[in-house]
């Protein structure tokens, strides 16, 4: 029986060299590099179920700033256990509303808003009384692919739109324009596939709860 054909690093790097039709070793000591390129501009623009990581923790007490979940890309949604049990929401705000809003950190309260501190950390307001049980939902770049690495969720699901991406890369390397046109043209393919797909999942009412009046 013929074993069903799957990526890995390892054949993807493989199929790079392949398609791109180089075998010097200038070329190839470059596949890594478009690999990590392709990779960091998908988790910037997929956004579906595959990409979509949930962590969980507690609020620091009486401190405003709290660490985003590592290989952080867009908060989806946040939320928190109040002191009665009750799951609660909060939501989005500029940095500048944040402080308007709760200008004294010192004070504490039950949040109700939060803002990007940074990239690696989130402000709350009104600071956290108490450490409360959170759980936040987020877009994340996957662990980079690498040869301890060898499989992510694009190269189980979505190895066409991996192959494509890195020959974008692979061909704007070699100055061949042509080529970067034909590679991108079927990149964009998989990438309106993928968004199509989450479209037509229903029950997703997330883009409603991040919005409060």
Known sequence: MT?????????????????????????????PRFIMLCENKLARGVRNLGYLKYATGNFPVANPTFAKPSRWRQTVSFNYTDPTGKRTFIYPRSYDFCRSYWPDPSKTDLP????????????????????????????????????????????QYAPQLLLYGCMVEAMTYLKNTEKVQLWKGLCDEEMKGLAGEEAERAGDDRATQRVQA
């Open 3 to 31: 074993t069903a054909a799957a990526m890995t690093y390892d054949s993807l790097v493989t199929d790079i060299v392949t398609y791109a039709n180089r075998s010097d070793a200038d070329f190839a000591n470059q596949v």
């Open 112 to 155: 109700a808003y939060y803002a990007d501190y940074d990239y690696e950390h989130y402000f709350i307001v009104p600071t956290p009384a108490l450490g409360y049980a959170l759980e936040i939902s987020y877009h994340e770049r996957p662990e980079p692919l690498s040869t301890a690495q060898q499989t992510s969720w694009t190269t």
